[in-house]
């Protein structure tokens, strides 16, 4: 199967120096803000990498869930693989491609869990079969069959039927602290647009990228 040819010029805009923001968060937001306005289908939408101890890197798409001047949060069972391995290397990579706008987002930096209030707070906004999804799944172990799981979630639903359900001890947030934060323009011939924010102790330094 030969897919070499399958390509298309990127046109939609261009980026120069003096469209961006100080602030690489503040121009975040501001693509985030295009993208969520435009009608994208799950603009928060980003893959996020991470390696084990020995360097082996996995890759796998989650949710943003809050973002600020402290960094991006998104929230997991602290079983599943991602977690394993931000806590035996606690560093990430997330990419965010919005290919309407021929845009992407690239972060990374250090990780650390967010605080319990936090999780919490955010773990009482899901619905409630999320919220018992969590309690069921023991994330990124190998299970039997889907029939086992559907089993695991109404056993949840039953113990659960009455009041609020807790938040799992063993699920909640991870924020990851930029520190190297680039942005890219598509451009046609391949010239793309490329920014880069890096932190230099409290302060952005910002450079253009050769494409």
Known sequence: MDISDLRR?????????????????AQF???FLDAQTNGLDNPNALSLATADKTG???????LLKAF????????????SRKAREIEANPQAAMLFHWLEFDRQVKIQGPVSRVGAAE????????PRGSQIGAWCSEQSSPIGSRTLLMQAYESMKSKFADGEIPLPDFWGG?????????????RENRLHDRFEYVRDASAWKIQRLAP
């Open 9 to 25: 010029e990127y046109m939609y805009a261009g980026l120069s120096r003096d469209d961006l923001e100080d602030d690489p968060v």
């Open 119 to 126: 999780s919490l707070k955010y773990f009482a906004s899901r």
């Open 56 to 62: 082996m890197p996995s890759l796998r798409t989650v």
């Open 174 to 186: 991870y924020r990851v602290e930029p520190v190297r934060i680039e942005f890219w323009q598509g």
């Open 68 to 79: 600020d001047e402290k960094g991006f949060v998104f929230y997991t069972n602290y079983g």
């Open 29 to 31: 937001e501001q693509w």
